[in-house]
Structures are given as structure tokens and as C-alpha cells.
């Protein structure tokens, strides 16, 4: 089965190399393109035209066929529910190393739960199952940034940046203060 060939996103984002992993472990199949679009979701929390059309050029598909598979199936988003998106990796890795505290965090300090905005519109929270970074796990995606190797208290910080330093009380819960964790260092 050959490989599909495609250079870097100009973008530099780094969330396109996850996609590639996903690409490479679905070309050929049959549902590769349903597959690499969910994946796709998973990771930029919505399906944007730049994403749909790199999906189409690695996979070979015209891009009409990826657009039309985008736009028939409702459990596709093709623009951001809220202002910011944070995409928690609920993976086996990812999971044993502690993603179910970041997103009881994440719930409680947004006041909503995975698949849902906040009331205010500000974050909206997905899980997903593995973007391919078990080494660097808990993962989450913070918009267009992968988080790697975090905490509770990490992930928050981020979350209250996002909300105007500690004055989110907006969006209801709690607040980055009323978690304990320690704060570790990302992997290099
Ligand atoms: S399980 Fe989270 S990146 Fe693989």
C-alpha cells in the first residue's frame, strides 16, 4: 500500500502532524476518509476549510466528495461552537495518566461538560480517543496548541488566560486556585 506523499502545512501548526499520523494509519482503507475527518475533528475541534481541503489533497479525493461527507453527516462541525476549544486526549495513555482529572477540571471550572460550550460562549470542551501522542501523555489541545504532559493546574491556567485572569467567573465553577496539583514541565 503506498503512502501518501504531502510536504508540511505551511502553517507550521503542529496540530497538522497529528493528522498526518492518522492519515498514514488510514490511507487505502475503505473508511479513511470518514476516519481521518473524525481524527480531524478530534484535533482542531472543527472542521475548517484549510483542514477539509488538506484532508482532500492526502487522501487523494476530490474535494467536492470530502465537503460532501463533511456537510452530510450532523456529527461533523464545520465551524467553532465557542470562541476557544479545548480538546482533551481520553485515550488509553492519556487516561491512565490522569485525563480524567483534567477534564473534571476543565467541567467544573466551564461549567459545561465534554461536547458542550460554556454559557458565556468562551470554551468548549471535546474529548478525544488518541491524537497519537501517547508519549507526552495527558494530552489536551488548547486551540491551536498541543499541551503536553499536563496538570489540572496547567490546563486551567491556560483556561483563565483565555477568560481574562481569574475574572471567568462568568462561566461558572471553580477557580484554577482550587486545584492542587503541582505544576509540572512540559516535555521538551
Ligand atoms: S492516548 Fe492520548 S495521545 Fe494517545
Redo the contacts with the bound molecule.
Keep these: 500500500m503506498d503512502k501518501p506523499e504531502r510536504s508540511p502545512h505551511p502553517s507550521g501548526d503542529n496540530r497538522f502532524k497529528l493528522l498526518d499520523r492518522t492519515i498514514t494509519r488510514h490511507h487505502g482503507a475503505g473508511n479513511a476518509l470518514i476516519e481521518v475527518l473524525h481524527s480531524a475533528q478530534e484535533i482542531f475541534g472543527f472542521l475548517a476549510d484549510d483542514v477539509l481541503l488538506y484532508v482532500a489533497q492526502a487522501l487523494k479525493r476530490p474535494q467536492s466528495q470530502v465537503y460532501g461527507v463533511a456537510t452530510f453527516y450532523n456529527f461533523f462541525r464545520l465551524k467553532p461552537a465557542g470562541k476557544h476549544t479545548v480538546v482533551v ?7 491512565v495518566k490522569g ?1 480524567s482529572e483534567l477534564q473534571h477540571a476543565l467541567e467544573k471550572r466551564c461549567g459545561c461538560k465534554f461536547g458542550e460550550t460554556s454559557k458565556d460562549g468562551e470554551v468548549s470542551l471535546m474529548q ?7 508519549g ?4 489536551a489541545v488548547l486551540d491551536e496548541e498541543v499541551g503536553a504532559k499536563l496538570t489540572a493546574a496547567k490546563l486551567l491556567e491556560r483556561v483563565e488566560a483565555w477568560l481574562g485572569g481569574g475574572k471567568g467567573a462568568a462561566v461558572g465553577g471553580a477557580s484554577a486556585q482550587e486545584t492542587r496539583e503541582t505544576r509540572e514541565e512540559a516535555a521538551p
Design positions: 486526549c481520553t485515550g488509553t495513555a492519556c487516561y485525563a478525544a480517543r488518541c491524537i497519537g501522542s501517547c507526552l501523555a495527558p494530552v
